[in-house]
């Protein structure tokens, strides 16, 4: 096929228009190129997402935190969680751990 017979071609003629041209540079331009290109506004919306959810993730670790605070306050409270989490004691007292079989670790594995 010759190049005078593929001028002859409507597709051709629509794609070889100088505003058709123009415009498939500029929406290359705008897709790839440019600084507020399409792929980097959608990695900065997925971004924002991400953060939206981390915010919310530690909005409820703050209220959580909040109200053990609360609950902190109390000084029965604080011996309660000082008993259970650091196995503290009073004076002439002892505790015993007792633990469950499957709550062991297997050390042989």
Same mark, same amino acid.
Request: proline letters at 0%.
């Given at each position: ?56 993730? +530690?909005? $409820?670790?703050?209220?959580? *935190?909040?109200?053990? !605070? #609360? ?8 011996? @309660? ?5 650091? +196995?503290? $004691?009073?004076?002439?007292? *002892?505790?015993?751990? !007792? #633990? ?8 042989? @594995?």
């Amino acid at each position: 096929m010759k190049f005078s017979e593929l001028r002859k071609k409507k597709w051709f003629i629509i794609l070889s228009s100088t505003y058709v041209l123009i415009l498939l540079l500029f929406i290359a331009w705008m897709l790839f190129f440019d600084t507020n290109s399409y792929f980097i506004h959608k990695e900065l919306n997925d971004e924002i997402k991400a953060l939206e959810k981390s915010k919310e993730f +530690y909005s $409820k670790e703050i209220e959580k *935190d909040k109200a053990f !605070i #609360e609950r902190m306050k109390d000084t029965n409270e604080i011996e @309660k969680y000082a008993r259970e989490k650091y +196995y503290l $004691k009073r004076e002439n007292e *002892d505790i015993y751990i !007792i #633990e469950q079989a499957d709550s062991i670790k297997n050390k042989n @594995k």
